[in-house]
């Protein structure tokens, strides 16, 4: 697969046909022992797959290894390049390892005190990774396979009490828990050996056929086509790009069910990045406090364009709230029933009602646990594509957002631990939303730049002084730091703390952009920089509208989706179809 940059593999994986499911498992568990058996034969050899990447995987397991159960050489190709690729990335998380192993210390460790057990300094740790990733000058990718492997040998310490020597002593042979088998060793889809697969584009179907073991453990070819109804955002992909060589997969829900899926890869172009030059206005994202997102638009003269849209979820983390509780009531349930059952003797005959009960409860968990990941992404592909889209409305073709190494609290839902979950939830979305909007920036050809959030939502957006942030706009005898409302003492400005990060973090956006115009190379500025310059409100296209100073209680007209916190009539996102259907419409 090429990773190049000018395409980008997008992947849709599709549930095959129940006729086909129990030939292809067993396919699966096939291939999942000739994998596992080869990764540990080649374990020790795992830094040559780090030193040499050119050609194909499977040729260089090939330079060590044959298949250890022979089922065909296209069916061994398949497996290797399976194992290839996870060696290599395995290779380069121990690279990433070598770097981080003289910084890992004690310091790292937060020692177990009386109200606390033992923990790990995320503060230090962060440090010590932006530090060496300054002097790698790598992107944020990597800051992240960074930050895994250190935490992995933070788990490692808690464990043995000291930090692992080499890497392989800290990861264990990543042995595959699941199936998987990627077809890319094989000839391709018309002359395959281990896999043949049509495409029909008119009739919606694909038509797929495989190699496999039978139950008496032959291995032959299935006599008919899978016929595998293609979804419909697939079938709009195939016209613009190339259909890779599939993957076939398995999955395995809680309640022990299997089955396999195939994954179809499609390569499409990116879009061409506009030139520096071409670049004129800058759409600044902040993640919000209240809300999820707040954008504004600034051109390069640091003028704001339009008014700012604030991506509200309303009741959203409510909702996921309850479903965790629900989830929770299940686990409950399900742990209370297995110590029943477990009490009863062996052959006592209330245990198979018990059984009955228990894999009820595990489905139940299963689907609630499904709904909840279906809503989070569902959001994530709402907030990225109305982040494109205020993009090509505003005619902004840089994307400046916050990164995504420091994230604030949001301070709802209920109780301590009601609160946290929805910290991490916060913290799961708004990692998929950055995942969706980096490869939808590449296909609608939009420019996306990272800033340091440092000091964004308390410094003023129009002189550029150090500003404090108050409850509200009328109760400023107290500075609060999460505060909503943010008041310059210097000019006097003020706003909803949101709508001022936001345009802080599109002044950050538009610095970057001057220094590229000019220089041709940047460096990402921080926002007490001279480089970055205030901005002011010409309230181009609109009517300024702005906000009476009081505080605001959730507008009468929140109900579907976003509500404005301080300017009424900023944009609005409403529909009379029912949320559910909404999502996915804009998904
Ligand atoms: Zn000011």
């Not at 950055?434 to 959030?453: A, D, I, M, S």
């Not at 129009?462 to 943010?486: F, H, I, L, N, S």
């Not at 000019?518 to 609109?542: E, F, M, N, Q, W």
Request: a positive charge.
């Amino acid at each position: 697969m090429r990773y190049s940059g000018t395409h980008q593999p997008l992947t849709y994986d599709v549930r095959l046909p129940d006729s086909a499911q129990a030939d292809a498992l067993r396919l699966l568990d096939a291939s999942r022992e000739v994998v596992n058996q080869t990764l540990t034969k080649l374990w020790p050899y795992l830094d040559e797959f780090g030193s040499e990447r050119a050609g194909p995987a499977w040729k260089q397991v090939g330079k060590y290894i044959g298949s250890p159960l022979p089922h065909g050489d296209r069916q061994w190709r398949c497996e290797s390049e399976v194992v290839g690729r996870l060696l290599r990335q395995q290779a380069e998380r121990k690279k990433a390892f070598l770097l981080v192993a003289p910084l890992l210390s004690d310091g790292f460790i937060r020692p177990k005190t009386e109200k606390r057990p033992a923990g790990k300094n995320r503060p230090a740790i962060k440090e010590a990774i932006t530090a060496l990733q300054k002097s790698l000058d790598e992107d944020e990718t990597s800051f992240v396979t960074l930050q895994n492997v250190v935490e992995q040998a933070c788990n490692y310490f808690f464990q043995q009490d000291r930090f692992p020597s080499d890497y392989e002593e800290l990861q264990p042979v990543p042995l595959l828990k699941v199936g998987m088998l990627t077809y890319a060793g094989d000839d391709g889809r018309e002359k395959g050996q281990a896999y043949r697969l049509a495409m029909d584009v008119d009739a919606g179907v694909a038509r797929f056929r495989f190699r496999y073991p039978d139950e008496a453990g032959v291995w032959r070819w299935r006599t008919v086509d899978t016929i595998i109804p293609l979804p419909d955002c697939l079938k709009e992909r195939l016209l613009h790009g190339e259909l890779m060589a599939p993957t076939l997969r398995e999955e395995r829900r809680a309640d022990g069910e299997r089955f396999a899926v195939l994954d179809f890869i499609i390569e499409v172009e990116k879009e061409a990045l506009p030139a520096w030059e071409q670049v004129e206005r800058v759409l600044g994202a902040d993640w919000g406090v209240h809300s999820l997102l707040t954008v504004t638009a600034v051109d390069e003269h640091a003028h704001q364009v339009g008014r700012p849209f604030f991506l509200d979820t309303g009741s959203f983390d409510g909702k996921q709230a309850r479903t965790r509780r629900q989830i929770d009531e299940l686990k409950k349930k399900v742990a209370r029933y297995e110590q029943e059952r477990d009490a009863l003797p062996i052959d006592h005959p209330k245990r198979a009602w018990y059984q009955e009960r228990l894999t009820l409860y595990r489905r139940e968990v299963e689907r609630c646990w499904r709904k909840y990941e279906q809503r989070n992404r569902a959001l994530a592909h709402l907030a990225s594509n109305v982040l494109l889209l205020l993009a090509r409305v505003h005619g902004c073709t840089l994307l400046s957002m916050e990164s995504l190494k420091t994230l604030k609290t949001t301070g709802r839902g209920r109780g301590v631990r009601g609160r946290w979950r929805n910290y991490c939830n916060n913290a799961t979305i708004r990692g998929e939303i950055w995942r969706l909007l980096r490869y939808k920036c590449h296909l609608v050809g939009l420019r996306f730049q990272t800033c340091p959030p440092r000091g964004t939502s308390h410094t003023c957006p129009q002189c550029g002084k150090p500003a404090k942030t108050y409850r509200a706009p009328d109760q400023r005898g107290e500075a609060v730091k999460w505060g909503r409302w943010m008041w310059c003492e210097a000019c006097g400005f003020n706003g909803d703390r949101d709508y001022c990060a936001s345009l802080n973090i599109a002044r950050l956006g538009v610095a970057y952009l001057i220094q590229m115009k000019h220089a041709g190379k940047a460096r990402p500025c921080s926002i007490t920089d001279l480089r970055v310059k205030p901005v002011s409100y010409t309230g181009a296209g609109a009517v300024l509208l702005l906000p009476p100073p009081r505080p605001h209680a959730r507008p009468p007209r929140a109900g579907k989706m976003c509500y404005y916190p301080g300017w009424y009539g900023s944009a609005f996102l409403q529909s009379s179809q029912p949320r559910a259907v909404f999502l996915r419409l804009c998904g």
